[in-house]
C-alpha cells in the first residue's frame, strides 16, 4: 500500500490573498464617491467649469473601478476552490488592477478633449459655488484616500508585503481623484482673481498627463503577472546553479511563472544517471521559498553520461 495518500500528495491551488478589510472599505468608498460625482457633475454643467466638469466625470470612472475591484475581491473568493481555474483565482485581483489602469487612461484621454474645447470655445464660469463644489469633493477623496491607505498598508504590514493590485488601483483612483480636485480648485481660484479663464482647461490638460502617468505605472506592474512573466533572472539562476552543483544532475527544462501577483509556479525537467525520488529534488530546492507550487520531471540518463 501506499505511505502516502493521494492527499497528501495534491499541491494547493489557493494562492488567492484575501483582502476582506480591503473589499468593505472599497464599497464605502464607492459609495462616497458616487455621491461626490453626482454632485459635481450638476454643478460642473449649471456653474461652467470645465475643472469641476472634469473632475465629476473623472470620478465617474472611478465608480466603475471601484465597482470592478469589488467584484474582483468577490469573483476570486467564490472560485478559488474552482477546478476550472488551472491555479486558481490568484490573477483576478491583478486583472481588476489592470483593468482600472485602463480606465484611467480613458479618464485622461477625455479630460484632454473637454479642455481643448473649452479653451477654443471658452464658458462662463460661477466661480464660488464651483469652488465650493469642487473642495468637498476634495475632502471627499481625501476621506476615501485615508481608507484605502490604512488599510493598504495593513496588508502589509501582516500578509508579508503581499501585493494587493486591486486595491493599489482603487488607491490610485482616489490620488487622481484628490489631485483633479487640487488642480480645478487652483484654477478656479487664480481665474476668479486675475481673470485667466485659459487657466481651467489648462489644468484640465495637465492633470490627464498625470494621471496617464499614473495609469501607466499600474500597467506596467499588472501585464506581466497576467502575460505569466517569470522571477528574477538571477533568482533563476540561482535555483539552476544549485541543482547542477550536486551530483550529475542536469536541467533540461526550467520555467517559473506567476500565478498570482506574490506566488509563482515552477516546472523542472531534470536528467541524471542515478535518480532519485522526486522529494529528494524538492528538498534540495526547498530554500528557494518564492516558489509556491513546485513540479519536478526526472528522467534517467541511459548512457550514464548527463555532462552534454
Not at 460642473?44 to 473632475?55: E, K, P, Q, R
Not at 469652488?131 to 481625501?142: E, Q, S
Not at 491607505?149 to 501585493?163: I, R, T, W
Amino acid at each position: 500500500m501506499h505511505q502516502r495518500t493521494i492527499k497528501e500528495l495534491e499541491q494547493n491551488h489557493d494562492f488567492n490573498t484575501s483582502n476582506s478589510r480591503g473589499e468593505k472599505r472599497t464599497r464605502y468608498v464607492l459609495i462616497l464617491t458616487f455621491i461626490t460625482m453626482v454632485a459635481e457633475i450638476i454643478a460642473g454643467t449649471v456653474y461652467g467649469s470645465m475643472a469641476l466638469l472634469a473632475d465629476g466625470w473623472h470620478m465617474a470612472t472611478h465608480v466603475i473601478a471601484f465597482i470592478i475591484a469589488i467584484f474582483a475581491y468577490r469573483f476570486a473568493e467564490q472560485h478559488k476552490n474552482n477546478n476550472a481555474y488551472a491555479f486558481g483565482t490568484g490573477k483576478v485581483s491583478v486583472l481588476g488592477g489592470f483593468a482600472s489602469a485602463v480606465a484611467l487612461g480613458v479618464v485622461a484621454f477625455m479630460m484632454v478633449l473637454e479642455s481643448i474645447e473649452r479653451l477654443v470655445s471658452p464658458d462662463e464660469i460661477q466661480y464660488g459655488s464651483a469652488i465650493a463644489v469642487a473642495t468637498l469633493g476634495l475632502i471627499v477623496n481625501f476621506a476615501s484616500a485615508l481608507l484605502l491607505k490604512d488599510d493598504h498598508h495593513h496588508d502589509q504590514g501582516h500578509a508579508h508585503h503581499h501585493h494587493d493590485h486591486n486595491l493599489r488601483a482603487a488607491y490610485v483612483h482616489v490620488l487622481a481623484d484628490a489631485l483633479t480636485s487640487v488642480l480645478a480648485i487652483s484654477a478656479l481660484i487664480a481665474a476668479m482673481l486675475f481673470g485667466w479663464n485659459w487657466l481651467d482647461p489648462v489644468v484640465g490638460i495637465l492633470g490627464a498627463i498625470i494621471i496617464s502617468i499614473w495609469a501607466f505605472g499600474l500597467i506596467r506592474q499588472t501585464s506581466p503577472i497576467l502575460l505569466d512573466a517569470s522571477i528574477e533572472e538571477a533568482y533563476c539562476q540561482k535555483i539552476k546553479s544549485h541543482l547542477e552543483s550536486i551530483d550529475d544532475i542536469r536541467i533540461v527544462d526550467f520555467h517559473i511563472w506567476h500565478v498570482s501577483a506574490n506566488h509563482f509556479a515552477a516546472i523542472i525537467s531534470i536528467v541524471t544517471a542515478f535518480p532519485k525520488s522526486t522529494d529528494h529534488y524538492r528538498a534540495l530546492i526547498s530554500d528557494f521559498d518564492k516558489i509556491s507550487h513546485l513540479t519536478i520531471e526526472v528522467n534517467s540518463c541511459l548512457d550514464n553520461d548527463c555532462t552534454h
